[in-house]
């Protein structure tokens, strides 16, 4: 197992590197000029020419690749000048936002996902089962953009109960930083007000995002808890005389949770997706409209710093959960 | 391909008549298994109907301005109302359709043939080449593939074009992958063994014994990424990263319509309509597909990779 586990991270490592390698390929290959671009429109060319020497762009692409590792291994992203600030500032800032939303996300699509699932099992191939399976590939189906106008439109517009946007209503001050969570912090600091405030503003979000979410997790959960229904010990249990929620709570659920870690993977990729269309929708200010204010303006090392960020986790998720399953599942240690 | 051969010898006459009755014979049982198999498979049929007769089916031309008819609620004239130039927005949604069609089978003809390509020659060549090709799988799917086809359609400059190229080169590795697998499990089996025994060349077990059987995983895999390619390159556009107006590809109507949901929903809502119901259909096909040409897959990781 550890020298599973060993090729696991040499791997790893391989593929971060791979990451560097196609996000720099792909900011060095933009179509504008990014020298003009901070230089401003109305620059002469020869500051431009400046600029353009002393950001090394005139450089070879290897020796920019190589002064960019060399940036990198010392944690620094460069500089946004869309932001006017250090892209790793920057992401130190929205990051927490975003772990906020999807954090939330997460958690609710895995609960309805556990509830639609094994109301499904239970009820295999009765209408309950076909409804669920219905419900699952909407929540993948639905448009992220369009089902966001759309709650914004009946919540915000017509009945006027939750935010339209961002994270806290203006003149809201956030709480004292702690975790970058709001509604932790408000509640760590005792700020009640702040917490109702930042949980309406997260309601319509979070709804959109746990869709997929919840799509993609119900199959998962229905096709496990079947399984473990058919297996000895809940046989047992049931025979035992054990009441039905004891014998769903103690033995099946508990077998059935396993394989969901497997698509915590899949769930991560889903949201990033999320995140990218829901915080532009939402005027959310997390990493994915960072990523997007970067990619449109062009602001190239924020676009780099956003997009190798996302990545690493993504990456780093995996690694986890690969680990993870092969500490839960003997059958995969010991081969 | 003994099971193969003696369905062959089965085969009627055929005759135009014959064979769609075998067909609809051969499709009934899969619409039987679940309803949701009959709604996924209307669904398709109309979205490709809407995408070939479009222009003889909608009542005007999506391009046609009108000033004297701007943002006009829904009415028996405009069924889905018009847009603030005075187009009317039912025939845009089903020139809308034809875009996502062609878009769809733009991706995934790419994608599936490049990657099924590179998937038959990793598996069949082993050793370095098939390290080499595999690696390069692994660094794309790095990527959450929606990020990946945003920036690089971003770098290339927003275009429908770029989008599409975007999302291919997204789509790729999934099918090297999946073909990969298929195709070393295959190759030890009894009929490639002995198709090798009888001297037969590499190209020819690709073509003969090897592209057949992998097609049935294949077109499960591909049923279900039509939705997920046609919902992307939406989103893609949306955001401005993809169509670019007046074109009439749902995306793009949405994001139009967007600043004037407040007094015309229905510019917004009906194409959101349109492009859900439409993945909806792809999708539940597709699941229905996996369902039941394998059912061993059911419940497993295998298929339905969607991110």
């Known amino acids: 197992m550890g020298t599973v586990i060993a090729r696991r991270l040499v791997f790893t490592v391989f593929v971060l590197w791979g990451v560097t390698l196609v996000t720099f390929l792909l ?4 179509p504008g000029n990014p020298a003009r671009l901070m230089a401003g429109p ?43 600030r250090n892209v790793r500032t920057d ?17 609710l699509g895995f ?18 089962d076909a409804a669920g399976r219905l419900s699952a590939i909407a929540g993948l189906s639905l448009p992220v953009f369009w089902l966001a106008l759309l709650l914004q439109l009946l919540f915000h517009t017509e009945l006027g109960w939750l935010p339209l946007g961002g994270r806290l209503s203006p003149g809201m001050s956030p709480p004292p930083h702690i975790t970058g969570l709001l509604t932790v912090d408000s509640l760590l600091t005792g700020n009640f007000a702040i917490f109702v405030n930042a949980a309406e503003h997260l309601v319509l979000p979070v709804v959109v995002l746990a869709a997929g ?20 010990y809940v046989r047992t249990a049931q025979a035992k005389g054990l009441s039905r929620w004891r014998v769903l709570r103690r033995h099946v659920l508990r077998n059935a949770l396993l394989p969901a870690v497997t698509v915590l993977g899949l769930e991560f990729g889903l949201l990033a997706a999320g995140v990218f269309v829901v915080e532009s929708v939402f005027q959310w200010p997390g990493i994915g409209n960072y990523a997007f204010q970067a990619i449109q303006a062009n602001d190239y090392n924020a676009t780099i710093g956003a997009t190798l960020v996302i990545a690493v986790v993504y990456v780093v998720i995996n690694l986890i959960v690969d680990i993870v399953y092969l500490y839960l599942d003997p059958r995969i240690r010991y081969t | 391909m003994t ?3 003696a369905a062959r010898q089965d085969r009627l006459p055929r005759t135009a008549a014959s064979r769609l009755r075998r067909t609809a014979r051969s499709v009934q049982p899969f619409l039987a298994e679940s309803r949701l198999n009959g709604l996924g498979a209307a669904i398709v049929v109309l979205v490709l109907l809407l995408a070939v007769f479009g222009p003889l089916i909608a009542p005007q031309n999506p391009d046609q301005v009108n000033l004297a008819a ?14 603030s130039l005075g187009r009317d927005i039912f025939s845009q949604v089903i020139a809308g359709a034809r875009i996502s069609v062609e878009v769809a089978v733009i991706i995934l003809s790419l994608s599936v043939l490049f990657g099924t390509a590179l998937g038959i020659i990793s598996g069949l060549a082993g050793g370095i080449v098939d390290e080499i090709i595999m690696r390069i799988t692994d660094l794309f799917l790095a990527f959450p593939g929606f990020i990946l086809a945003a920036a690089i359609a971003a770098t290339l400059g927003p275009s429908l074009q770029h989008t599409v190229l975007a999302l291919a080169v997204v789509f790729w590795p999934w099918y090297t992958r999946l073909i990969r697998g298929q195709v070393l499990s295959l190759r030890e089996r009894e009929f490639v063994l002995a198709a090798r025994v009888a001297r037969a060349g590499p190209m020819w077990i690709a073509t003969r014994h090897l592209a057949r059987n992998v097609l049935a995983i294949l077109i499960v895999q591909v049923s279900l990424d039509v939705g997920y390619a046609i919902l992307a390159t939406s989103s893609l556009s949306f955001l401005g990263l993809g169509a670019q107006p007046p074109s009439p590809e749902w995306g793009a109507l949405i994001a139009n319509g967007r600043s004037y949901i407040q007094t015309a929903w229905w510019w917004t809502v009906f194409p959101g309509v349109a492009l859900a119901l439409t993945v909806l259909g792809f999708n539940l096909l597709g699941d229905g597909l996996r369902d039941w040409i394998d059912p061993r897959l059911r419940g497993s990781l295998a298929g339905g990779v969607q991110e």
């Open chain 1, 27 to 30: 900011s060095r290959v933009v």
């Open chain 1, 42 to 84: 109305q620059a002469s060319p020869s500051a431009v020419a400046h600029i353009s020497r002393f950001y090394g762009l005139t450089d070879p692409l290897y020796v920019q690749y190589g002064r960019y590792m060399r940036d990198l291994a010392q944690g620094n992203l460069g500089f946004s000048f869309l932001t006017r």
């Open chain 1, 91 to 107: 992401i130190a800032t929205f990051l927490p936002a975003t772990i906020e939303l999807a954090g939330y996300a997460l958690l």
């Open chain 1, 111 to 128: 609960v309805l996902a556990l509830i639609t699932g094994t109301v499904a099992a239970y009820r295999r191939g009765k209408a309950a």
């Open chain 1, 213 to 232: 979410v919840y799509g993609l997790m119900v199959r998962i959960m229905r096709t496990s808890v079947i399984d473990a229904l058919g297996e000895e």
């Open chain 2, 3 to 5: 099971g193969q051969d």
């Open chain 2, 70 to 83: 701007v943002l006009q609620p829904p009415s028996v004239q405009h069924w889905f109302g018009t847009d």
